[in-house]
């Protein structure tokens, strides 16, 4: 059995065990814990905003549809480069722009 975890704030390991953010479209949204016994269930349960979740695992692939119309050839084609560069994730500090008064 799996518990939703509600409160604010919370983060994982809760007591030691995983949990981790639900999928979208969950409501509420909060966190997931990994597979627990019934008494570990019902332990968590006993204490206010956590409730039963019997979703999707955490993290599970969603099964996507492909078009009706879309021909087979055109699912496994591979996408096309993208023009334009990503941009650094840390960007470089800005430069000064007087120079220093020597002391």
Not at 14 to 22: D, H, R, Y
Not at 41 to 56: N, Q, T
Request: include cysteine; charge should be negative.
């Amino acid at each position: 059995m799996r518990v939703l975890c509600t409160l604010p704030h919370c983060s994982s390991p809760i007591n030691g065990w995983v949990f981790a953010p639900s999928p979208p479209g969950v409501t509420p949204a909060g966190w997931v814990s990994e597979a627990l016994s019934p008494e570990q269930a019902a332990a968590f349960l006993a204490i206010p905003g956590y409730a039963p979740y019997f979703g999707p695992k955490p993290g599970a692939p969603e099964e996507e549809e492909a078009a009706p119309d879309a021909p087979a050839a055109a699912l496994d084609a591979a996408p096309a480069a993208v023009d334009q560069a990503d941009p650094p994730l840390n960007p470089a500090p800005a430069r000064r722009t007087r120079t220093r008064t020597p002391r």
